[in-house]
T-cell receptor, first 112, second 116 residues
Framework: SQQGEEDPQALSIQEGENATMNCSYK?????LQWYRQNSGRGLVHLIL?????REKHSGRLRVTLDTSKKSSSLLITASRAADPASYFC????????????FGQGTILTVHP | NAGVMQNPRHLVRRRGQEARLRCSPM?????VYWYRQLPEEGLKFMVY????????ESGMPKERFSAEFPKEGPSILRIQQVVRGDSAAYFC??????????????FGEGSRLTVL
């Protein structure tokens, strides 16, 4: 079964606006990570949030984690022309250290 | 410090041929993971290896697929008698190992297999 599921599947915004992507998962986790993938490229790690953390910031990124709802959100503030990509959440369960289970991803488009 | 290196980046095979994909992890990393990505989908875990050991191959098809990570040299993902459904991007990722790991994986650029 799909562990991580993102919504929306596609998000289209204007440059300068904020982009919010959500991720839900099913089982208990050790941590949740967000990755970015540009078309035709590999994945780049953005941010990791542990199960005992509720919010984390890194530059223009803000991640929240609600373990009671088994959900996370990624907020990209003040979007830029370089932000369009697919964004994936991935979970690590307590029994599978290092093995990531990915969601389907959110495709972000930024209009100038 | 070179990142995870995968080759070839693109590979075309006819049905029934073999595909060999190679992955050199980041320097100092002893754990390697292989993932497969179908078009417009997320990555699906295939196999997790440490040097000379397969730790978890629960995501790898039982037939035609094999993986190794020898003491010397890159990790190899081997697909025998390829079929059209094997067409996908295959990503390798590495991590330093559980003791030093933050949980983050470092990904290569992927090998894109096309089966004609």
């Amino acid at each position: 079964s799909q562990q991580g599921e993102e919504d929306p599947q596609a998000l289209s915004i204007q440059e300068g606006e904020n982009a919010t992507m959500n991720c839900s998962y099913k089982t208990s986790i050790n941590n949740l990570q967000w990755y970015r993938q540009n078309s035709g490229r590999g994945l780049v790690h953005l941010i990791l949030i542990r199960s005992n953390e509720r919010e984390k910031h890194s530059g223009r990124l803000r991640v929240t984690l609600d373990t009671s709802k088994k959900s996370s959100s990624l907020l990209i503030t003040a979007s830029r022309a370089a932000d369009p990509a697919s964004y994936f959440c991935a979970t690590v369960t307590r029994s599978s250290y290092g093995k990531l289970t990915f969601g389907q991803g959110t495709i972000l488009t930024v209009h100038p | 410090n070179a990142g995870v290196m995968q080759n070839p980046r693109h590979l075309v095979r006819r049905r029934g041929q073999e595909a060999r994909l190679r992955c050199s992890p980041m320097k100092g990393h002893s754990h390697v993971y292989w993932y497969r990505q179908l078009p417009e989908e997320g990555l699906k875990f295939m196999v997790y290896l440490q040097k000379e050991n397969i730790i978890d191959e629960s995501g790898m098809p039982k037939e035609r697929f094999s993986a190794e990570f020898p003491k010397e040299g890159p990790s190899i993902l081997r697909i025998q008698q390829v079929v059209r459904g094997d067409s996908a991007a295959y990503f390798c990722a590495s991590s330093p190992g559980t003791e030093a790991a933050t949980g983050e994986l470092f990904f290569g650029e992927g090998s894109r297999l096309t089966v004609l």
